[in-house]
C-alpha cells in the first residue's frame, strides 16, 4: 500500500526540493564581488546577526565595527542586510575623508529619509540641489563673527543657570541629563526664535521617537508618525514657530533696528527686508528652524553628557584643565568669558579636551552615503582602486576603532595631550576626528556648538569639582539614539572651594 502512494508523490517533491533551491539561492544575499563580508545563510543576511548584537549592546555602530573586525580590516568591508542591499562599511579615516570631500558622494535615502518624514524641506532632509543651496545662503550670517559672539551670552545665562541649580545638588549623586537638556533647549530656543522657552521642549522630545536608528527604524518611524500624540506635538512646533515669525516681521516693520540681529529669525526677516521677497518658502523656513533645535539639542546634550563622564572619570585632567583656564582667563566672578577668550590658540588644553571628547565619545558615530555617479573606492587591501556604481552605499563609521593604526593601541583611551604639540600649542592635524563632517555637508552649527561647549566646560570646570565614580560606573558603554550617549551616567559635584579647604 505504501508503494502505492509514495510515487505520486515524488514529483511534486523533487519539485518542491528543486523551487526551494532556486529560492534559498536567488534571495539569498550577494555580496559585492571582492569586498570581505560575513557569511549570509538567509534571505535577511547579515540582518539578524546586526539585530541581535544591537538588542546586546544598544549601538548598531558597534555591530558594524564588529563586521569590519572579522573581515579583516577597517578599509572597506560589507554588511548584507537583505537579497538586494548590500551596504559598504568602512572606519579608515583617509577613505572618510576622501569620500566627504569628494562631490561623488552626497547623503542617500537612507540618510535623508530619516529627517524627511518630519523636516523635509530642511538641510538635514534635502539633496545637493539648487533648494538646498538657497537654504545655505539664506542661513550664511548664522555664521559669522558679529552673530556668534551675539548669541554665545544665550548659552552664558543658562551655565549661569545651570551653576545655580547645581549648586544645591554638591555632595549627592544625581543624573545630569534632564537638567542638561532643559538648559540647552532655552539656549537654543533663544538663538533660534529670540526667547529662551521650553515651551516646546516636550513636544519635541515626543518627535525625537520619530527619528529613531537602529534596523528597526524605518518601522518604528512608521508607527510612531500616525500616533496622534506625535501628529499634535508637531501642529504645536509648526504653530510656534509661525507665531514667533510673525512677531520678528511685524518688529521689523515698525521700525526696529535692522542692524542687530540676535536670532535665526531675526536675520531671515532682515534678509527679506532688504531684498523685498521671501528668502525661503515657509515650508523651507519652518523646516529649517525646527531642525536646528532638533540637531542643535541633541548633539549639544550629548556632547556635554560626554564631558561630565570623561572629566569625571579622569581626576587629574579635572585639576589640568582648571589650572590651564585659571591662567588663561579672568576669574568667572570678576567677568564672563567671550569667545575672543576661548580660542584654540588662547586655551589650547581646552580645546584638546573638547576635540579628544568627541573623538572617543563619538557622538554623531555614523555617516551614510550614496555615490551619485560612477566613482572609486580604496580597495580592502588600501591599495587598489575599487569600481563604485552609481547607487553605491556606504556607511561611514566614526570614532576611534578606525584610527589605531594613526594613534597607537591605547586609540580608545581619553588622552586630550594627544592634541597638543611640543610646545603644548592645539594641533587640529595631530589626531583624525570628524564629527561635524567635512566638505559640502560638514555641520552649519558646528562654530556655533563648539562655542557652546567651550563656554559649558569653563563654567563647570571653574566652580565644580566631579568626583570620581564607583568603578561599576566608570565604563564608557554607549546607547545609541540618534546620537551616542554614555550610559549608567551620574556625578557628584563639590565646589573647588570646599575642596581647597579639605571639607568632605
Not at 58 to 77: P, Q, S, Y
Not at 181 to 196: D, N
Request: proline share 7%; aromatic share 8%; glycine share 6%.
Amino acid at each position: 500500500m505504501v508503494f502505492l502512494i509514495l510515487p505520486p508523490l515524488v514529483g511534486p517533491t523533487i519539485l518542491f526540493l528543486v523551487v526551494y533551491i532556486a529560492f534559498k539561492h536567488v534571495t539569498r544575499p550577494k555580496p559585492i564581488p571582492d569586498v570581505p563580508s560575513l557569511p549570509a545563510i538567509s534571505f535577511f543576511g547579515n540582518g539578524l546577526d546586526i539585530a541581535k548584537h544591537y538588542k546586546k549592546t544598544e549601538t548598531i555602530h558597534d555591530a558594524f565595527i564588529d563586521v569590519l573586525r572579522k573581515t579583516g580590516g577597517m578599509v572597506l568591508g560589507q554588511v548584507l542586510i537583505s537579497a538586494f542591499t548590500p551596504i559598504l562599511l568602512t572606519a579608515d579615516p583617509d577613505q572618510i575623508d576622501r569620500i566627504l570631500i569628494s562631490q561623488d558622494w552626497d547623503r542617500g535615502i537612507r540618510s535623508t529619509g530619516v529627517f524627511k518624514p518630519l523636516i523635509p524641506h530642511a538641510l538635514l532632509a534635502l539633496s545637493i540641489d539648487e533648494e538646498y543651496k538657497a537654504h545655505k545662503r539664506a542661513f550664511a550670517f548664522g555664521v559669522s563673527s558679529s552673530f556668534l559672539k551675539e548669541t554665545s551670552k544665550r548659552f552664558i545665562e543658562e551655565d549661569h543657570a545651570l551653576i545655580d541649580t547645581w549648586s544645591s545638588q554638591t555632595g549627592e549623586w544625581f543624573d545630569p541629563e534632564p537638567e542638561l537638556t532643559y538648559r540647552q533647549a532655552r539656549a537654543i530656543s533663544a538663538v533660534v526664535f529670540g526667547e529662551p522657552s521650553n515651551l516646546i521642549d516636550k513636544d519635541l522630545k515626543t518627535l525625537f521617537k520619530t527619528l529613531s536608528a537602529g534596523p528597526l527604524a524605518p518601522i518604528k518611524r512608521m508607527i510612531e508618525k500616525v500616533r496622534p500624540t506625535n501628529r499634535e506635538a508637531y501642529k504645536r512646533i509648526i504653530q510656534y514657530v509661525q507665531s514667533r515669525t510673525t512677531i520678528s516681521r511685524k518688529k521689523f516693520s515698525e521700525g526696529g533696528d535692522v542692524a542687530l540681529i540676535e536670532n535665526m529669525i531675526d536675520g531671515i526677516v532682515q534678509k527679506e527686508a532688504e531684498s523685498g521677497v521671501a528668502v525661503l518658502s515657509p515650508d523651507g523656513l519652518r523646516d529649517e528652524l525646527v531642525s536646528m533645535i532638533l540637531a542643535g539639542d541633541e548633539t549639544s546634550v550629548t556632547t556635554q553628557l560626554w564631558v561630565l563622564k570623561f572629566l569625571s572619570n579622569h581626576p587629574a585632567i579635572q585639576y589640568k584643565l582648571r589650572q590651564h583656564l585659571l591662567e588663561r582667563i579672568e576669574p568667572l566672578d570678576v567677568r564672563s568669558p567671550t569667545v575672543d577668550d576661548l580660542t584654540p590658540e588662547h586655551t589650547p588644553f581646552l580645546e584638546a579636551v573638547i576635540q579628544e571628547v568627541l573623538r572617543v565619545g563619538n557622538p554623531v558615530a555614523i555617516i551614510g552615503r550614496e555615490a551619485m555617479r560612477d566613482t572609486t573606492l580604496v580597495g580592502p587591501s588600501g591599495g587598489k582602486s575599487f569600481p563604485a556604481p552609481k547607487g553605491t552605499k556606504i556607511l561611514l563609521l566614526l570614532g576611534p576603532e578606525g584610527t589605531e593604526g594613526r594613534v597607537g593601541k591605547d586609540t580608545m583611551e581619553f588622552k586630550p595631550e594627544r592634541w597638543l604639540n611640543e610646545k603644548g600649542e592645539y594641533d587640529s592635524s595631530a589626531v583624525w576626528q570628524a564629527s561635524f563632517a567635512k566638505g559640502s555637508r560638514a555641520c552649519y552649527g558646528s562654530k556655533q556648538a563648539l562655542i557652546s561647549i567651550r563656554m559649558f566646560i569653563v563654567y563647570i570646570s571653574l566652580t565644580f569639582f566631579l568626583e570620581k565614580p564607583p568603578p561599576k560606573l566608570q565604563s564608557t558603554r554607549r546607547v545609541e539614539r540618534i546620537t551616542l550617549r554614555p550610559s549608567d551616567l551620574v556625578i557628584k559635584l563639590k565646589p573647588w572651594e570646599k575642596l581647597e579647604q579639605g571639607e568632605n
